[in-house]
């Protein structure tokens, strides 16, 4: 019998109480066994993941986080925020580590925060949920944050939230009541998430900070599986580089809410597996149906542990 | 050296010369040289493919069709334009088979029109454009084109047309100009065709009508690639019932149409099975050579090389 492997899971979510304040609507909806595992940073997250061999959570603000809020609320909540989290990190440092929440309505804020939690309290990037207040993260006004990311070389999660209210409007509401799902992990983050990845690449921020690394969840968002047809689709606009050149190069995805011997296989055949990184969505996904679907995967022990551990390390630098 | 299998592609476009006028300034491409070819049902689109090795095309009309044009307009064209297609296909029979073009816009006229060209011109089936005038095709109004299908025992091909303008301005808008085709090949057809694929789940026809087949492009338009987490986001609704992969598997069929990558195949081979993975090129917006010479390498044995290429077009389309 093998030895159980280290396990590092990079998707998994918490609610700071006063954050959590802040979200409404759409936003605040989770089921109460979710958001008592949301509010909790000790003996049930941590029994939950002894139960299921989870070694370290990287943990990260849950949808939205600050990316609804403006300015002047965001920035000085960020701070406290980041630092409750950093106690949350202190009481269990072998249990856990932290990507920050950003203020991104403040750019300029939102990139020296990150050197912050990075520089002084050793987190390991930044997460981000979904659309600032309408705008991709691919806006210029944006770049600051992916300036420092890259000088502190540390990755920044894009993770989805409620799409685009218009795209609702147009491709999703006739469904909604009836299949919330439907702008969730049904389909609305996939969609939208997704379409942030590709307007990175267009957006040619790779090429300004040619050192930038960005992590998708949810195994790409599905992405890998496109790289043939999005090359293909823009070639001749793409000024050298295909759109396959660049995502391989900057992105890395995990595989939180998408335990698929099909789709993970896929994208190891598209990225290779030094860019794949196990994650298990926690709590909106259970942690056991996560790690047990590691165990049979058709994978050789050494890149079973670079997907469990070893490339989160090394992206993360984690000890 | 084996002998050449036999090959049928079956999402293969041409322009009506009436359709066309009618549909002025909505192209789908202004490329002189695609122009040409969508022109052409004869001389040049058999040259181009016996150099490709294709036996036969089913010839469909290219995006938009007659899916944004006002009930009457559609209604009267679309009689004229399926029997000048059918008068294509008499002239080279053992070439060229069709998809009816449907004024969808006038659901019990597109039913009936459906009707006609599968009994009295020997239409294989029918291809949808996109959304009818901004609407989905899961909304109940259409239900009677599905109810047709069914009782025909013919399939209905979903293919993209460019995306609903709301989602082009929330989503592409900044990006349009230097990339035109996030709008369609790269992504924004992608999106858009996907969606509806989905909402068709969502909305019972399949209840309705457990007959129904479906055809999508692209692989699916990526949707074999999703079904682990497209069905665990939707099953979390709690509603029960068969579960989104078993109704997609159950009535859905894909095609490679633009879109010849191994590692997307072989994905949804696992996913769906090689029975209902058909060969497509997406001429003349994608080259038959590149698309034939993708097939010589599959790694697949060679039965499932045959169902591919044509056995299981034969089957499905009754050839």
Not at chain 1, 194 to 221: C, N, W
Not at chain 1, 280 to 289: I, M
Not at chain 2, 49 to 76: C, F, R, W, Y
Not at chain 2, 300 to 314: F, P, S, T
Request: proline share 7%; glycine share 8%; charged share 25%.
């Amino acid at each position: 019998m093998a030895r159980k492997p280290y396990v590092i899971a990079l998707e998994e979510h918490y609610y700071d109480p006063e954050v959590k304040r802040h979200a409404s609507g759409l936003d605040a909806i989770a089921a109460p066994a979710t958001v008592q595992r949301l509010d909790d940073l000790g003996e049930l997250r941590l029994r939950e993941m002894d139960e299921a061999g989870i070694d370290l959570q990287v943990l990260s603000h849950s949808m939205p986080g600050l990316q609804k809020l403006d300015g002047e609320t965001a920035v000085p909540l960020a701070r406290r925020a980041n630092d409750r989290l950093n106690e949350a990190v202190r009481a269990h440092p072998n249990r856990f580590a932290a990507f920050a929440a950003l203020p991104t309505a403040d750019p300029k804020a939102a990139a020296d925060e990150l050197e912050r939690t990075v520089a002084k309290l050793g987190f390991k990037g930044a997460m981000v949920n979904g659309l600032t207040n309408g705008l991709f993260l691919d806006d210029k006004r944006f770049w600051p944050i992916f300036e420092r990311a890259q000088a502190l070389d540390v990755p920044i999660y894009l993770h989805p939230a409620i799409p685009h209210p218009d795209v609702i409007e147009a491709y999703y509401k006739d469904y909604v009541e009836k299949h919330p799902g439907i702008l969730r992990a049904g389909w609305g983050f996939t969609v939208e998430t997704a379409t942030q990845g590709i307007r990175l690449v267009l957006s040619g921020v790779f090429d300004a900070y040619p050192r930038l690394k960005v992590i998708m969840g949810h195994l790409g968002e599905g992405l890998p599986f496109y790289l043939w047809r999005i090359s293909h689709g823009l070639r001749g606009s793409d000024g050298g580089k295909s759109f396959r050149d660049v995502f391989c190069e900057h992105f890395y995805v995990t595989t939180s809410g998408f335990f698929s011997d099909p789709a993970l296989l896929c994208c190891v055949m598209e990225m290779g597996i030094d860019r794949i990184l196990f994650s298990v969505d926690y709590p909106f996904v259970d942690n056991p149906p996560a790690t047990k679907w590691t165990e049979t995967l058709p994978l050789c022990a050494e890149d079973k542990e670079k997907l469990l551990s070893g490339n989160a390390r090394r992206l993360l630098k984690l000890e | 050296m084996a002998t050449k299998p036999y090959i049928i592609a079956l999402e293969e476009h041409y322009f009506d010369p009436e359709v066309k006028r009618h549909t002025v300034g909505q192209e789908p491409t202004n490329a002189p040289r695609i122009v040409e070819r969508l022109d052409d049902v004869g001389e040049l689109r058999l040259r181009e493919m016996d150099e490709a090795g294709i036996d036969m095309q089913v010839l469909s009309h290219a995006n938009p069709g007659l899916q944004k044009l006002d009930a009457d307009t559609a209604v009267s064209l679309a009689r004229g334009a399926n029997d000048r297609l059918h008068e294509a296909v008499r002239a080279h029979p053992d070439r060229f088979a069709a998809f009816a073009a449907i004024p969808t816009p006038e659901p019990k006229a597109a039913a009936d029109e459906l009707e006609r060209t599968v009994t009295k011109l020997g239409f294989k089936g029918a291809l949808v454009n996109g959304l009818t005038n901004g609407l989905f095709l899961d909304d109940k109004r259409f239900w009677p084109i599905f109810e047709r299908a069914q009782a025909l025992d013919v399939p209905l091909y979903m293919h993209p047309a460019l995306p609903h303008p709301a989602v082009v301005e929330a989503y592409y808008k900044d990006y349009v100009e230097q990339y035109p085709s996030l709008l369609r090949a790269a992504w924004g057809f992608t999106v858009e065709t996907a969606t509806q694929g989905l909402r068709l789940v969502l909305s019972g026809v399949f209840d309705a009508y457990p007959g129904l087949k479906i055809i999508l492009g692209h692989m699916g338009e990526g949707l074999p690639f999703y079904l682990w987490r497209i069905s665990m986001g939707l099953a979390r609704d709690g509603r029960g019932g068969k579960s989104f992969r078993d109704v997609f598997c159950e009535h859905f069929y894909i095609t490679t149409s633009g879109f010849f990558s191994d590692p997307a195949l072989l994905c949804c081979m696992m996913e769906m099975g090689i029975d209902r993975i058909l060969f497509s090129v997406d001429y003349p917006f994608v080259d038959n050579p590149p698309g034939t010479k993708w097939t010589e390498t599959l790694p697949i044995c060679a039965e499932d090389k045959e169902k591919l290429l044509n056995g299981n077009a034969k089957r499905l389309l009754k050839i």
